[in-house]
Nanobody, 120 residues
């Protein structure tokens, strides 16, 4: 069984920073892609950033230059460094991963979500 564990959300003032972590555990052969999505109240879930096992990265236009995604393949962990946060970044952030398990089946997994609130 594979699980994603998230941490690092919280309350921060505009202009501040937060770092999110997402650790995958269980029967894992490889993780082709890990990423972060977010969902604000009344809005659809949207992609924030994604990183492949080879290091290819994509960002939503709204976070380019402010957020940085990275991963530690040895730890099966992805990170999202969020700088220059503004109130529009307030949302529940979800870790997402496409994982090749021990039986070589590729499945998509979601974390439980972590709240990020940006408020004066």
């Amino acid at each position: 069984q594979v699980q994603l564990g998230e941490s690092g959300g919280g309350l921060v003032q505009p202009g501040g920073s937060l770092r999110l972590s997402c650790a995958a555990s269980g029967s894992i052969f490889s993780i082709p892609a890990m990423g972060w999505y977010r969902q604000a109240p009344g809005k659809q879930r949207e992609l924030v950033a994604v990183i492949t096992g080879g290091g290819t990265i994509n960002y939503a236009n709204s976070v380019k230059g402010r957020f940085t995604i990275s991963r530690d393949n040895a730890k099966n962990t992805a990170y999202l460094q969020m700088n220059s946060l503004n109130t529009e970044d307030t949302a529940v952030y979800y870790c997402n991963a496409h994982i090749l398990g021990s039986k070589f089946l590729l499945n998509e997994y979601w974390g439980q979500g972590t709240q990020v609130t940006v408020s004066p």
